[in-house]
């Protein structure tokens, strides 16, 4: 089993007499991309400066790399990295004399400092834009320079805060495939702060939803659609033309219902809506033939996390 590479426990956060961030218990493991998913001011920027140990706790406790954040925040800050937002560079020095100058912050030995620059430009898709001023960069490019700022001290974790706001589409993707590669090839341990569930959907191997201070749900988006609509996972569609021959005496909506997994029938017109905790598919086409009905279409709805997302952050409230 892969160890717990971030570990919080009952972390807690409170502002005055507001708390930001409520009794939080959350583990990621080495390598995982873990998608920290909610609204603005659920409590997401308030948890990383608090693993960051830029944040005191008011209770709990916050551990990454086997490290108390809050009691070695140095010791924390030499083993990840982190990407802001907005990254802040010199506008008029070039993404290489700024990530050199980065180098030699982090203590890379000087005879060591242009070539790692240099492999790590290339790394993040810059060596093109290597000697081009900083100042001139687009977002994406700027987010892609920090990213390598972040790298340069091969960091095992890297906690990304929003870090595609204001990237156009294209640079979005090819951030986001750039961070599941990083990840990937170099078990790097992600933890990617978000609002967006679709780009959290794309990259993530899990995802917390959190919402004012708590977090309401974990999971892959398998497990949580399962967990966050634990009776019906799917909802299948079936147009009837004609009700047919009825075994024993059961109407069509019976024998439905008779079927393992499923968990609701109802009908309106010539359609069934049948609910299920598993896909059901191929067994209510084949009840609905067997008993002598013409199947006119069937169509199958799975629930994706875009629906989890509405159920519960719609407006950035919690939908109960
Ligand atoms: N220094 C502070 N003093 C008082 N309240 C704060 C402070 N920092 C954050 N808050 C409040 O704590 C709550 C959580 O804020 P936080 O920035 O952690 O949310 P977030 O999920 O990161 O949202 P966003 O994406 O908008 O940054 C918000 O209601 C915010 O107003």
Do not use: W
Not at 55 to 66: A, I, L, N, W
Not at 229 to 247: L, Q, Y
Not at 248 to 274: A, M, P, R
Request: hydrophobic share 35%.
């Amino acid at each position: 089993m892969a160890e717990n590479i971030i570990e919080l426990v009952d972390l807690t956060k409170k502002y005055g007499s507001f708390t930001a961030v409520n009794r939080l218990n959350l583990s990621v493991k080495k390598g995982e991309v873990f998608g920290l998913l909610g609204p603005n001011g659920a409590g997401k920027s308030t948890t990383i400066l608090m693993m960051l140990g830029l944040t005191e706790p008011f209770s709990g406790s916050v551990k990454v790399c086997g490290i108390n954040s809050t009691e070695n925040p140095i010791e924390v800050k030499r083993r990840v990295g982190y990407l802001p937002e907005d990254v802040g560079f010199y506008p008029d020095l070039t993404g290489m004399e700024n990530l050199k100058y980065i180098a030699r912050l982090n203590g890379i030995p000087e005879k060591d400092v242009e070539a790692r620059a240099r492999e790590l430009l290339a790394r993040v898709g810059l060596a093109e834009q290597a000697e081009k001023k900083t100042g001139k960069y687009s977002r994406g490019m700027r987010q892609r320079l920090g990213l390598a700022e972040v790298l340069i001290k091969t960091p095992e974790v890297i906690i990304l805060d929003e870090p595609t706001s204001g990237i156009d589409p294209t640079g979005i993707r090819e951030f986001l495939e750039l961070i599941v590669q990083l990840s990937k090839e170099e078990g790097i341990t992600v933890l990617f702060s978000s609002h967006n569930l679709h780009q959290v959907q794309q990259v993530c191997d899990r995802v917390g939803l959190f919402v004012s201070g708590k977090l309401i749900a974990e999971g892959n988006i398998e497990s949580l659609s399962q967990k966050l609509f634990s009776t019906e996972s799917f909802v299948v569609e079936a147009g009837v033309n004609s009700s047919g021959k009825e075994n024993n005496g059961n109407g069509l909506e019976e024998i439905l219902k008779d079927i393992d997994g499923v968990t609701s029938v109802s009908q309106k017109d010539h359609t069934f809506y049948v609910g299920c905790s598993r896909d059901a598919t191929a067994d209510i086409a084949r009840e609905i033939v067997s008993s002598g009905s013409e199947l006119a279409f069937l169509r199958k709805k799975e629930y994706g996390l875009d629906d989890i997302y509405n159920r519960y952050f719609e407006g950035g409230e919690v939908h109960e």
